[in-house]
């Protein structure tokens, strides 16, 4: 397949990501060990575990799971409604199922690449939808400006990865209305949903709300499961459901079993697990707010609603991607620059919910007075 490189997933083989000491840009918050995870299970799930047989699972996800899968939904999200599936698996199969060559779509930029990049090798032509670059507010009265036909498609992700950025109420309905007035599909990437550091500002999942919203979510971003590779797609629109499902006959055909079992385990102790990842994140916030005002005007000020990642700026000469790589050789730490979103102004992305952050944060302080940067 003649397809660009996935330029972050490319820096991270490149730069070693899983050997490195310190991971600066990590998107996923703290990972609980198998051990902590199966003695926070339940009886049920703890006996489905023990019991587990290693074939082939439900081509649509576990029963079991989809029920709890729904149970983060309104009533409109049935588990008929649910596609368990691999987050990136997600995206591609509903890019395909949407999607032909030619059709019109508009993408909120800068994003992870996958959103837009697998349309555009399909031949989609792609509107820029990029929010101010200070506020990082997405304005939805842009959106007709960027319409270049008959619009079939609008993609987001918010929470936002990278910014934090998040909409209130009245712009989400805005944009529900804009593609309701268009008759076009959303997608909508909610992998750091109930990460809100103010649940009142927690929105609808589009899947929810939009007769023609597909939502993808997972156990990655915010409950620290990236290994399980389990997420989900949600969708109420019957027709296009359907091809989802008969979509992931082409890919995975199923999900892994024990994955499942311990997605299940995971999502039945949510609150307990997303309430000790919040705190995480706070206490890490706060951490790089206080490393930023004690070296006044070196970064720009980020405040995210949400979310683990904020995207500051570099106020310096000096280019954002050199200095990652030089803290990546001198101390085995990993920054991501801004450059692999396919987004410039000398930003990189802070990862903040890792328990190590301090002393990461630390060693980049070393690395900056080293530099003679502060």
């Known amino acids: 397949m003649n397809i660009r490189p996935f330029a972050l997933e490319r820096y991270f083989d490149e730069q070693e990501e899983l050997s490195a000491q310190y991971l600066l840009s990590a998107s996923d918050p703290e990972t609980l060990r198998m051990d902590a995870l199966l003695a926070l299970a339940d009886e049920e799930s703890f006996r489905l575990w023990r019991n587990l047989s290693l074939g082939y699972t439900e081509s649509q996800g576990h029963l079991l799971l989809r029920k709890e899968v729904s149970n983060l939904y309104n009533d409109a999200i049935t588990p008929e409604k649910v596609l368990v599936c691999t987050p990136e698996e997600g995206i591609f199969i509903a890019m395909h199922a949407l999607l032909n060559p030619g059709d019109d779509m508009i993408v909120a930029s800068p994003c992870y690449q996958s959103l837009y990049e697998i349309a555009r090798y399909m031949g989609c032509t792609i509107g820029w939808w990029v929010p101010n670059p200070v506020t990082w507010r997405f304005n939805p009265g842009e959106l007709p400006l960027l319409k270049q036909g008959t619009l079939k498609l609008l993609v987001f992700n918010f929470p936002h990865n990278p910014t934090g950025a998040l909409p209130s109420r009245r712009e989400f309905d805005e944009i529900i209305m804009f593609a309701r007035k268009n008759d076009a599909y959303i997608f909508s990437d909610e992998m750091y949903r109930f990460l809100e550091y103010d649940p009142s500002k927690r929105l609808p999942s589009v899947s929810e ?134 987004w410039g102004g000398n930003r990189f992305r802070i990862g903040l919910g890792r328990i190590n952050f301090p002393e990461a944060l630390a060693v980049f302080e070393e690395f900056l007075r080293e530099r003679q940067m502060i």
């Open 209 to 342: 709300v939009y007769e023609k919203g597909i939502s993808l979510c997972g156990m990655s971003k915010i409950f620290g499961f990236p290994g399980l590779r389990i997420g989900w797609l949600t969708a109420q629109d019957k027709v296009v459901f359907q091809r989802l499902v008969r979509f992931k006959d082409y890919t995975t055909i199923c999900s892994s079993a024990p994955s499942e079992i311990l997605a299940l385990m995971g999502l039945r102790k949510r609150d307990l697990i997303v309430r000790h990842n919040l705190e995480i994140i706070e206490k890490n916030l706060n951490r790089w707010h206080e490393f930023c005002r004690i070296r006044p005007g070196l970064f720009s000020e980020e405040n995210p609603a949400a979310g683990t990642v904020i995207f500051p700026r570099l106020n310096s000469d000096i280019s954002i991607d050199e200095l990652c790589a030089d803290l990546h050789r001198t101390k085995n730490a990993l920054l991501v620059p801004a450059s692999k979103f396919h």
